[in-house]
């Protein structure tokens, strides 16, 4: 449903994403996850048509974004990062506005908002304003105008983002539903806890390249048996050799991680290993997909 085959976009000397492929189908999420800045949002966009890009191809049902954009879009629904509604018309008059610009009229355009409208659970505040409405809720409705067509592939960029805990879980609980009713899903975010609830298969991307792919599964296998150890402390005189015989992520004067096999187990061994008093916080963290980025690149996904 969605085909992204080796898509760049350069800004002069500046690559803001280089050689992204991948695929999405029908009834699937596919999450891009990385930190800001990382090319998700470019990626998004080329997709969309927002953005041409510098080389590569993108496909949407099987119609090029270039050179059929017209069949493309009719299938694509995008939910973008900045909020694309209107805050003085309310709730209803936002969904008449996209619906009729989607093609929609009439009774089915009238069911459809009332679907959409309970989806994101707005349907009691359908007649106010949107400029009273909190952060969330804006976002809720964002989401309501993009799927109001009921389009095949959807592409969503850090939808959840600044949104409250209610929010959130309706966001997430309607792209579940998208998912079962067989929508193509595109999922952007720098939230690990969101990925790995929602997506089938993902792609990690950092300064613009998908630097691993796979399910989640298949990412975690990546870390085996390993959890990630942090220390936080003054290490600026320590020598490496206290911790050679595990896997070093990272060494900073102030903080060092590492990856060991049941650390929980070790620990007091590790700390053995240190100074009295040199370190000063501990954390241990199990084999995730925050871990792996980690482990991949040296910093944590919201750095």
Known sequence: MIKIQSLSKNYGDF??????????????IFGLLGPNGAGKSTT???ISGLLKPTVGEVFINNHSVMGEPIQAKTSLGLVPQDLAIY??????ENLNFWGQAYGLSGAELQQRITEVLQQVGLESRAKDLVSTYSGG?????????????KPQALLLDEPTVGVDPQSREHLLNAVEALKTQGTAVLYTT???????????????????????????????????????ITLQGDFSLTDEAVIAEFELIEWQDNSIRFMAENAAAQL??????????????????QANLESLFIKLTGRELRD
């Open 137 to 149: 809720m804006k976002r809720r409705l964002n989401f309501a105008c993009a799927i109001l067509h």
């Open 87 to 92: 805050e003085d018309l309310n709730a209803l």
């Open 190 to 228: 720098h939230y690990m806890e969101e990925a790995e609830r929602l997506c089938d298969r993902l792609a990690i991307v950092d300064h613009g390249k998908i630097i691993a792919q796979g399910t989640v599964d298949e990412l975690r296998s990546q870390l085996g048996e390993k959890d990630l």
């Open 15 to 28: 690559t803001a994403a280089e050689d992204i492929s991948f695929e999405v189908q029908a009834g699937e």
């Open 268 to 285: 007091s061994d590790i700390l053995a290993r240190f100074e009295a008093d040199q370190v000063k916080q501990t954390a241990v963290q």
């Open 44 to 46: 998004i966009n080329c």
